[in-house]
């Protein structure tokens, strides 16, 4: 079946760190992968996707690269902000219908 | 425009009251979706609805009553809820394809009294 795994949490990083949360897929066929943001007392919010092996998404100087090989989507950013802190939820869909498998996401605080 | 509009933003009722949440886009999407989220935990997701029809319902109590009226609208019919049923309810809707992007509302916060 089709499951996502991601880093437990919480991850509390400093102004300017470096971010990684992990994010690994199990799917049949060839799913799209997608990283959304959840604000507090806010709905999901599209940060970036990917559609196909080796595709890389971006927005907002977060990254994630779609590994076939290592069935992963990593989430990355270079140097975080206070904003950034919010809950990340790493998301597949498959090509068999219309559902999204969420991992259990990561909550983040960065501190000034 | 990617907006999903939900209203109300909170709701408050108490378990012998029948309440409805809304939610609308005009992305032109035809599949639309309700998912409830508990607290620290990711979207659940309960009906989804393509062109117009539900196509699933993933073993929702009955006190939950799904309405697609048209393609733009998706209500969520609520009747005799528990406490337990207290929860962030969020709507998102997508193009009909299993791989498009869902776009989701600001979610209604439902408290059952």
């Known amino acids: 079946g089709n499951s996502v795994t991601q880093m437990e949490g919480p991850v509390t990083l400093s102004e300017e760190a470096f971010l990684t949360i992990n994010c690994t897929y199990t799917?049949?066929?060839?799913?799209?992968l997608f990283w959304y943001v959840q604000y507090p007392g806010e709905g999901l919010q599209l940060l970036l996707k990917a559609t196909k092996a080796d595709d890389k998404g971006s927005n907002k100087g977060f990254e994630a690269t779609y590994r076939k090989e290592t069935t992963s989507f990593h989430l990355e950013k270079g140097s975080v902000q206070v904003s950034d802190s919010a809950v990340y939820f790493c998301a597949l869909s498959d090509n068999t219908g219309n559902q999204f498998y969420f991992g259990t996401g990561t909550s983040l605080t960065v501190i000034p | 425009d990617t907006e999903v509009t939900q209203t109300p933003k909170h709701l408050v009722m108490g378990m012998t009251n029948k309440k409805s949440l809304k939610c609308e886009q005009h992305m032109g999407h035809r599949a639309m979706y309700w998912y409830k989220q508990k607290a620290k935990k990711p979207p659940e997701l309960m009906f989804v609805y393509s062109y117009e029809k539900l196509s699933i319902n993933e073993s929702v109590p009955s006190r939950f009553s799904p309405e697609c009226p048209n393609s733009s609208l998706l209500n969520l019919h609520l009747h005799a809820l528990q406490p337990e049923d207290s929860a962030l309810y969020l709507c998102?809707?997508?193009?009909?394809?299993?791989?498009?992007?869902?776009?989701f509302g600001p979610g209604t916060r439902l408290t059952v009294l």
């Open positions: 799917a049949t066929g060839y799913p799209s």
């Open positions: 998102a809707s997508s193009q009909v394809s299993s791989t498009d992007t869902q776009y």
